[in-house]
């Protein structure tokens, strides 16, 4: 699908522009506890000179009532990345012995994707996520607005279908004992990733009281049924989490982080 002439959106938006960035590589580490005593990794392992160009640290409650805390690092350096994962402070540090005796949990989510296969909009000129790194900011885009425009924002979408090779159906798998273990996952080629970000932190006081009374529980059920109804929707993973700030303090910022089987499956939702 390609936006059709003469299209005019309904409001403007802004897009990051990442400049000559050819991949953007993502690593998620996070601990999960019981009673919220779990021990997240600390921020300085990440300041290495393979380390990331952006670190966020986020939080949420998962569908078992454990407290995920946990930092999401970007690169825009494949091999950077790469030698990161093999030889980093952080990857030695989940890698050792005491990590399986603790009662925490914890767990590491690595990708890297083709800038050609990635898109990020945005409703204000504030970045998130690893658009806090962009070369720029560019106003005024018009690909959205109309059902299709996720993908005319993807620059690939033009010749690939992103379809999964599991089909268009997630499969669910029986539970499986994990504690004291260690568990690796290799995930389907195609898989959509998704950070679709709320910032209410410039709103006045109507305006923010109408959003937490009226429109934030309504997307937090939302983020709940396609966390719980994974077969229904194709959605394998779905935080609902928080922005942590500078010195552990609450932010008026939320995120849902998901990964769907595909995109199509992403637009089923959204349709």
């Known amino acids: 699908m390609r936006m059709r002439e003469g299209w005019e959106p309904p409001y403007p938006l802004v897009k990051a522009d990442f400049g000559q960035v050819e991949n953007i590589c993502v690593a998620i580490c996070g601990v999960q ?3 919220g005593s779990g021990r997240l990794l600390d921020r300085t392992l990440f300041d290495e000179e393979i380390g990331p160009i952006q670190v966020e640290r986020a939080k ?11 930092w999401i690092a970007y690169w825009f350096d494949q091999s950077l990345f790469d030698a990161w ?20 949990g914890y767990w590491m989510e690595t990708f890297s ?37 996720m993908r005319d924002r993807i620059p690939n979408s033009a ?8 089909g268009n159906k997630l499969r669910r798998v029986e ?12 995930p389907p080629s195609n898989l959509c990733y998704i950070r679709s ?11 923010r009281q109408t959003y937490l009374d009226q429109i934030a529980p309504v997307l937090k059920e939302g983020m709940d049924f396609l966390r ?44």
């Open 33 to 35: 506890s019981r009673d």
């Open 60 to 70: 949420y409650v998962d569908a078992e009532g454990y407290l995920n805390e946990f």
């Open 85 to 104: 994962q093999k030889r980093s402070a952080v990857c030695r540090w989940f890698a050792e012995d005491s990590r399986v005796d603790e009662t925490s």
């Open 113 to 149: 994707m083709s800038l050609g296969d990635f898109e990020t909009i945005f409703g204000t000129s504030n970045p998130a996520g690893v658009s806090c790194a962009a070369a720029r900011m560019t106003e005024n885009d018009r690909t959205h607005g109309y059902w299709g425009s």
């Open 159 to 166: 010749s690939d279908p992103f379809t999964s090779p599991l």
């Open 175 to 186: 539970d499986r004992d994990t504690f004291g273990k260690r568990w690796r996952i290799t």
């Open 197 to 207: 970000g709320q910032d209410y932190s410039h709103c006045g006081p109507e305006q």
């Open 228 to 271: 719980d109804n994974g077969e229904e929707t194709s959605c394998c993973s779905l935080r609902f989490a928080e922005v942590v700030g500078p010195g552990d303090t609450g932010t008026e910022q939320t995120f849902g982080l998901g990964y769907f089987l595909s995109i199509g499956n992403l637009e089923d939702w959204w349709d």
